[in-house]
């Protein structure tokens, strides 16, 4: 049922505040601001390091994870898209743990990956969203996503939740690893507590400027996206959603990255999508923007109260975002990157829900 939504992707991307406060529920306490005990079975405090790995958009997830696994929990962690880590022979420790990351749970080239690190003796985690999957079944640990079934193709609140699990699992890390302190965590999960108003606060007031944009890009053979840091899987989450569904030719690259080829492509015809919140990297990512304006780029900046008060750049539209903690913006910052994929693609009259060529549990590698 859709609800008064037209489309089960446009349903699912509004109950996203709903169901990740859900998910929250499960690994933190909003009371003393702590997370939970994550599992008995993998003990992040003596593990070595991290094997992660998925497919499509689970990957992208695992991809902001893995900067937070080593930023707070100083938690190496390697980690590939799963029909090359099957095969890549990767020289793996026992005494490490790996985590699969799957909503369907089904994903075939997911479960090769799960059962060779299971047969080289790793403790295996899986963040999944079905609990009675495959994967979920094989391993030691199951941290659910608790999104709820996700019926369209393109995946939404499934990655937000996976990466609110992720982020909870990472604080725990920390905590377990003694690389975060006491306030640092409760800062860390207060801010996740109040994610789920500011996602409501979000969706509510950006449609108008969204819809607008979307038109624009309707019109494009080609848009570019960009980020650093953790907003740089968010950039390739973009242009994942937006060529599934609205079939535009997107890629998605790290800010950084720009002037070693994609800067060649930058006319006046391709738009470049800069998520960039007030963080570390801002000023960074200002001046590779600076050289896309010089170029005759149009620039989409999607950033925060505190990056548009410090950006003196030229932009054909700007999008400005509540201020948040950093480990809070991935997940804000991708209700306008679903968004744009999602009103894109509607303006254009695709088959938003049952794209071509996709289907929603991909069992063969
Ligand atoms: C993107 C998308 C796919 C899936 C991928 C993995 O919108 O839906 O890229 O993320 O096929 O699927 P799961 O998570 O079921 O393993």
Redesign the pocket.
Known sequence: DKGNHRHFMEKEIYEQPEVISHALGHYVNFIDNRVLPVSEVIDFAEVPSLAIS??????LAGLVGKYWFERYARLPVEIDVASEFRYREIPLTPQSAALF???????AD?LASLRYCKEHGLKIGAVVNTRESTIARESDAVFPIFAGPEIG???TK?FTCQLAVLAALAIAAGKARGTISDAEEQAMVRSLAEMPRLMGQVLNSIQPKIEFLSRELSKCRDVLYLGRGTSFPLAMEGA??LK?ISYIHAEGYAAGELKHGPIALIDENMPVIVIAPHDRFFDKTVSNMQEVAARGGRIILITDEKGAAASTLDTMHTLVLPSVDEIVAPMIFSLPVQLLAYHTAVHMGTDVDQPRN?A???TVE
């Open positions: 998925a497919c499509g958009t689970a990957y990351i799957s909503q369907s749970g089904e994903t997911t193709v393109a995946s499934a994942l959603k599934e996709l929603k549990s991909v």
